[in-house]
C-alpha cells in the first residue's frame, strides 16, 4: 500500500433493492426525455445553474484523477458570433465538399444543414477542452492519462445534469474546430472536445423522430 492518505468512505448509500429499482425506474425515465435541440429560445438562465452543473461535470472519474478537461462558457453575443461564423464556415466545406455520401445519407434524418443560428440564439455555449496535458506554473508538462475517456465522462455527467434542471443542450461538433482555440484564447496543451449548445427549446421546437435501440441490441450479459 502507499503511504498517501485516505479516509473512509463515509458518502456511499447503500438501498434496500427494492428503493434501488424504484430510483433506477425514475432515473431511466428522466434521462430518457433527454432529446439533442436544435431550436433554442433566447430566454436568459441564471448563471449559477451552469455553474452548478459545471460542478457536477467535474466528478467524473479521470485518469490519475488527473481531470484533464477545462470548459469555457460564452454568454457574450460577440464572441457567439465569432463561433457561430466560423463553425458555419466549417460546415458548409463539410455538408458541400468533404462529407461522403455515406455520411450525409447517416445524418438524413436529423435534419441537419450549414445553417447554425442556435450558436447565436442560445444563452449559452460551453465549449469543451480536452487537456492533452498539464502544465504547471513553471512551464513543466504533466503527462495526462486516457484525457478522451475522461472528458467524454465529465461531458456526460454534465449533459445528463442540465437536463436534470429542465435545460436542453445540443452536443455540436463542428469539424475541425480548432478555431475554437483561437476565438476563446486556449493553449495549444488543449484540444476542443466538443461545443455543448445549452438553454431553453424554442417553444416551437420540433425534433427528429427517431428512436433509441433496444437493451437487447446493445448489451450482452456472460454469466458462465
Ligand atoms: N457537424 C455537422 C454534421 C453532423 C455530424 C454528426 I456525426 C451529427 O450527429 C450531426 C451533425 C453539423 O453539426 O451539422
Redesign the pocket.
Known amino acids: 500500500m502507499s503511504d498517501y492518505p485516505t479516509k473512509p468512505l463515509k458518502d456511499f448509500r447503500e438501498y434496500p433493492v427494492g428503493e434501488m429499482r424504484e430510483r433506477l425506474r425514475q432515473f431511466y425515465a428522466e434521462v430518457n426525455r433527454r432529446r439533442s435541440v436544435r431550436e433554442f429560445s433566447d430566454r436568459p438562465v441564471p448563471r449559477d445553474i451552469i455553474e452548478t452543473a459545471l460542478k457536477a461535470a467535474g466528478t467524473a472519474p479521470s485518469g490519475a484523477n488527473l481531470q484533464p478537461w477545462h470548459f469555457v462558457v460564452v454568454s457574450g453575443a460577440e464572441t457567439k458570433k465569432k463561433i457561430r461564423k466560423a463553425?458555419e464556415d466549417?460546415?458548409k466545406e463539410?455538408?458541400e465538399h468533404r462529407?461522403s455520401a455515406e455520411?450525409l445519407a447517416?445524418?438524413e434524418p436529423?435534419g441537419?444543414?450549414?445553417n447554425?443560428p442556435f450558436l447565436e440564439t442560445a444563452p449559452y455555449l460551453i465549449a469543451v477542452f480536452l487537456q492533452k496535458y498539464g502544465e504547471l506554473p513553471d512551464g513543466r508538462k504533466v503527462k495526462h492519462y486516457y484525457p478522451v475517456e475522461s472528458t467524454g465522462l465529465a461531458t456526460g455527467i454534465l449533459i445528463t445534469a442540465l437536463h436534470h434542471a429542465g435545460l436542453a443542450t445540443l452536443?455540436?461538433?463542428?469539424?475541425p474546430m480548432k478555431f475554437l482555440n483561437q476565438i476563446l484564447g486556449r493553449p495549444k496543451s488543449e484540444r476542443p472536445f466538443l461545443l455543448l449548445v445549452v438553454g431553453y427549446p424554442a417553444d416551437d421546437a420540433r425534433v427528429p423522430d427517431i428512436g433509441r435501440k433496444p437493451l437487447q441490441e446493445f448489451t450482452s450479459f456472460v454469466d458462465s
Not at 171 to 175: E, G, I, L, N
Request: proline share 5%; net charge negative; glycine share 0%.
Open positions: 463553425a466549417e460546415e463539410f455538408y462529407a455520411w447517416a445524418l436529423l441537419t444543414d450549414s447554425k452536443t455540436h461538433t463542428p469539424s
